[in-house]
Structures are given as structure tokens and as C-alpha cells.
């Protein structure tokens, strides 16, 4: 071997380890980026969860016992607040898929100026804080509110129609509020599908509505899936509105935890609640992954 | 693939389509054969797709008539005018497997299920993919894709196949292979095929006609080799095929390159504004000596001299005509010798290939 080649080959050699080490150094860096929202998360999120978590272990005096968990059981208070919960949670979900579906499909129709004003609705209202659009829809539906004394005046009822403080208002508050969560990821799959697929369904003999149920349907379930799961989490723990517009009547999860702190001051009830309400949220998406097959929706 | 069915002619007559101000079909009428390959071939905005989709039914048109043999289509729906279509984005079903798709036509029009399974797989065995249909669409390439798109045009046997320039998303190996394979399917298959691409090689290699758009009217229409030899306008004759050419003055018939009269066998078509000289690389024919006195005399000096592989292109400098290029088959050059850079050569440009266009069509 020559000292030209022996040189070569020994450069080579060094080129191989320069070049690892600044692989090393290069995902060290993205580690090293990635820390402060990891910390930010343990310390803000998973820590306190943790900590309040453990407090449904232990009962009023102290000691280790499942006493909280056994009570959301066998209290019928309890269960009444679970059934009136899921009921609303489900009515509010239903209906803002009957609403939003029909206005997402609308949307990817107009033109795509018209959309994006329209967008500007559904959106300014959602930059809306949630205590002044629940008390707008408090005004709106009380007993001499605008609805009813309109109503009224055009002599379609006699009596006033109660709206507010109970189960109907809540659903009409909760529903506007979660309109836009189904909205948004719906919309934005429905204007990925591919126009030329609904045409080619068309083109090879499907009729309009054919070509909707069999290939845009289909296509858009995974937005409507996200929109789905969105409004059925948000409104399983959600607390403003049912507090204010179900007026003391509509008892949910989340005012239940509320009142058995701040009336009660039971920490382990509320916590054992408060584990309950992240499990069954867990479990809803879990069950919908299945019910859906989410795998096969989204393998493109 | 037999069928029952007989493929249909098409009858365009005064079709018409404004978008605004711009004319995207300008009364456009055009008869086509029953089982005939015809191509639109035409820029990018030039109607040619306008045109397909009006076909299709997609496009609603202002005017005209629209007539698949003798039954007018202008009001159906498309999902009544019984055609098959292929997309350039394939347009297939992501959700569904390879032999859901093809099957997709058979499922809607009622064919039972076992049907169904037997026709979808003797499509996929005619564009070879038998044995693919349970894979998913995502494990397909792009070229079995396009296989695919295609088996499912076809599988209900429609009299008419409409495709949307179908190859131009194929690597230009796999494209060039399609183009021959969608040739030879088209002459088992009983249908009427209208094609749109604005490849004007691709054009060539697969029509039967071949019609020229631009500006939402066609130019011509024509076989490949009459569109390619007789262009009726300098358009079509700069868009098919390469050339260079030269403004010549036309005067009783004959035209006039500089001081020469121009000797063609070719008629000389009606236009405006003025004529031109249209010179395809491939014609010109280098002499070793003088030019003789039956062809015209296109002799210059050569400026450039660059290989290409399966030819050489010489670039020459001709008093009247400009810049002229001459493309030697490689194998010719290699034997013949090539001449050098600043060499004054001989070339003979013959009355048989000498096409003179004017600018416009009438």
C-alpha cells in the first residue's frame, strides 16, 4: 500500500466518525427541544391527575378503602346524575350531527369565497367566551325572553314555553357550544375528498344520491368520527352551561364534582367521580374504534 | 371480451360553452365512428377537456347537440348516458379492495353477486391483474392503478369509454407501455373510445383520428400520419411532431422562401394571416454534393453539431429560413461521417415533404 492510499483510507475512516457524530448531535438536539413541553406536560397534567386520582383511595378518615368508589354505585343520586349525563351528552351529539353534517356537506358546495365567510359564523362564535354565549342564550330563552314573548305576541302559544332551567335548555346551550368541534374536522375531510371520485361514481352509473351514501359518505367518516368523539368528551365533563341554563335542575357529572367539593367538601368523592368521568371518556373512544374500525377508514 | 352490445358513434354538432368572456367550446362539431380511437389533443385551456366532460355529462353546454347513435344526450344526467369513464387521478374507491372498484359498476346496475365476482375478475385477467382483487388499492402502483381504473371502465361492457388523459401520472417508460397495451385493448374491446391528452407523441402512437384543439375549436381532424405529414394550420403543425419554420409569401398558388420558389406536392391550405414554411428535422436530407434540382435547396453552414443518442441534430445556418435543424440517425452519422463545426453542407428539403401552412385557419 502506498502513503497516498494508507492517508485515503485513514481520512475515510474519520469522514465515518465525523458523520455519526453529527447524527448524535442532531437528535440530541430534537430531544433536547422536545423537553420543555414533556416537562411542562409530567408537571401540569400528569402529576396533579395523579395526585387527585389517589385521593378517591382513601376516605374520610384517612385510610385506604374503596368507600368512594362503592358509594358512586350504590347511591341512586349517583346514578341519577350518570343517566342524566349520557342523555344529554347523546342528544347533544345526535343533534349537532344532524345539524353540522347537512351544513359541512353544504360548505364544500358553495364557492370557496362563500365558505370561508360562512366559516367566519361557525367560527366567531366559537372565540366567543362560553359564560356570555350561555347568559345570550339565557336572555334569549327565559320565561319573558325574546323567543317567548315574540311567540307570544304572534299569538303562536298562549302560555310562555319553558326553555330554560331544565334539560331543553341545556341542550340547546351545549349544542350551539359544540357545534364547531364537529364542524371543523368534519369540514376539513369532507374538502380532502377528491371530486373526481363522487363523478367517477356518477360517471359509472350511480345516481347523485347513489354516488353520496356508497363513496362521500364513506369517505368523510373519519371527520365525522373526530367530530364525534370531540362533542361526546367535551360534553361528558361539560359544566357552565348545564350549571346555568339547567338551573339547578340538570345535575351532570361535572357539577356533581363541583358541589361535592364546595358543599361538601369531600375531596375523595369528587376525585373518585372525577376517575370515573376520565374512564369513561378512555372507554367512549375506545368502543367507537371499534363500532367504526378506524384503522381501515383512515388506511388511504 | 364478447358483448351484446354494439359500440355507438357519436354525433357533435354546434357545441357551444362560455365561461365569462372566454369561449371554452366555440361551436364545435365533430363526428365520431362507431369503435373508433379518437384522441382530443390540445394544449392546457384549450376546451379539450371542456369538451370530454360535456361528453361525460359533467359540463352542462350552452348549445348544440350531443347524440351517442341515434338518441340525443344533451339533457341526460350523466349517470344515465351508460359510459365508462377513466379519470386522470384514477378516481378509485380507497375504502373498497381492487375487485370492489371493478365490480363498483356491475353492483349498482343490480348484477347479482356471483356475477358480480366472475365479470370483475375477467376484467382484472384482461388488463393482467388476475389475482389482485383482494389487495387493497394502497398496495397497488401507479401503473396497476391505472390497470385497475381501467378493468373497471370496462367491466360493464359500455359502448362508449371516455379517459381523461389517463397515462399523463405514469413514468414515461410505463407510459409509453400503456399507451401500446390501451391500443391492443381497444381492438378487443367492442367501444367507442374518446381519449384527451395534450401529448402529441402519445396521440400519434394510439388514435385512429386524432382532433386538434385550441382556442375551443378544432383545428383538424385527421389520422396521425395525414395530421402529422398535412397539417391544415401552422398550430397544429408546431403542436404535432417537431419543427422550425419560416414565413414565406404565397402568390397564385405558389409560394416564395427569399427569392426561390418553393416546389411542393402538398396542397396549400386556406387561412389568414400569411403562410409559413413548416420543416420537420427529420425530412431534411443532407447531399454530398449539390442539392439536386427536383428538391429545394435549404444548403447552410453548420453552427452546432449535438449527439442525442439515437440521433445527431446539426444545426444550420440558412440564408432564408434561419436557423434550420437536421436530425442524422445515429447509426447514418457513424458511417457517413458528420460534418464539422463551420462546414458548408447540402440540404435537400423534397417537394413531398414540404409543407406550407398559413398562420390561421379560415
Known sequence: MSVAELNGAAQTLQNASTLKSEERRESLTFLGLSMPAVLAILIVVFLPIFWLSSLSFYNAAGELSMENYARIFESALYRRTFVVTFQITIAVTVICVLLGYPLCYWLTKVPDRTAAILMVFVLVPFWTSVLVRTYAWLVLLQRNGVINSSLMKLGVIQEPLQLAHNLTGSIIGMVHIMLPFLVLPLYATMRGVDTDLVRAAVGLGSSPRGAFWRVFFPMSLPGLFAGIVLVFILSLGFFVTPALLGGGKVQMLAQRIESTITVYSNWGAASALGVVLLLLALAMIWLMNRVFGLDKLFMR | ?362
Open chain 2, 1 to 362: 371480451m364478447s358483448s351484446a352490445n354494439q359500440s355507438l358513434p357519436i354525433d357533435i354538432s354546434s357545441l357551444s360553452k362560455a365561461y365569462g368572456a372566454v369561449k371554452a367550446l366555440d361551436d364545435v362539431s365533430l363526428n365520431i365512428a362507431a369503435g373508433e380511437f379518437l384522441t382530443l389533443l390540445g394544449p392546457s385551456g384549450s376546451g379539450k377537456t371542456t369538451l370530454l366532460m360535456a361528453l361525460a355529462g359533467f359540463v352542462r353546454p350552452d348549445g348544440g347537440s350531443i347524440r351517442f347513435g341515434d338518441r340525443e344526450m344533451i339533457a341526460t344526467p350523466p349517470h344515465k348516458r351508460g359510459l365508462g369513464m377513466v379519470f386522470q387521478s384514477y378516481a378509485l374507491f380507497p375504502f373498497m379492495t381492487v375487485a370492489e372498484n371493478v365490480a363498483y359498476p356491475l353492483k349498482i346496475r343490480g348484477v347479482s353477486k356471483s356475477d358480480q365476482k366472475t365479470r370483475a375478475e375477467r376484467a382484472l385477467d384482461t388488463v393482467q391483474l388476475g389475482g389482485y382483487g383482494d389487495r387493497r388499492i394502497t398496495q397497488m402502483s401507479g401503473g396497476q392503478r391505472q390497470r385497475v381504473a381501467l378493468a373497471r371502465a370496462m367491466v360493464f361492457e359500455p359502448q362508449i369509454i371516455l379517459m381523461d388523459e389517463p397515462l399523463s401520472a405514469l413514468d414515461k417508460k410505463l407510459r409509453e407501455h400503456m399507451q401500446i397495451e390501451l391500443k391492443a385493448l381497444h381492438q378487443k374491446l367492442d367501444a367507442t373510445v374518446v381519449y384527451v391528452t395534450h401529448d402529441q407523441r402519445e396521440a400519434l402512437t394510439m388514435s385512429d383520428r386524432i382532433a386538434v384543439v385550441n382556442h375551443g375549436r378544432i383545428e383538424q381532424v385527421e389520422t396521425p400520419e395525414r395530421l402529422y405529414r398535412q397539417p391544415h394550420s401552422f398550430f397544429v403543425a408546431d403542436f404535432v411532431g417537431e419543427s422550425m419554420s419560416a414565413p414565406v409569401k404565397v402568390a397564385n398558388d405558389r409560394a416564395h422562401l427569399g427569392e426561390s420558389v418553393l416546389k411542393s406536392d402538398l396542397p396549400i391550405a386556406q387561412g389568414s394571416g400569411g403562410h409559413r414554411l413548416v420543416i420537420r428535422p427529420e425530412l431534411l436530407e443532407v447531399t454530398s454534393g449539390a442539392v439536386p434540382e427536383t428538391a429545394n435547396d435549404l444548403s447552410g453552414r453548420v453552427n452546432d453539431i449535438i449527439y442525442q443518442g439515437d440521433s445527431v441534430l446539426v444545426i444550420v445556418q440558412n440564408d432564408n429560413a434561419g436557423e434550420i435543424n437536421v436530425r442524422v440517425p445515429a447509426n447514418r452519422a457513424g458511417q457517413t461521417g458528420l460534418p464539422s463545426k463551420g462546414e458548408q453542407i447540402g440540404l435537400a428539403l423534397h417537394p413531398e415533404d414540404t409543407i406550407i401552412v398559413p398562420e390561421h385557419v379560415s
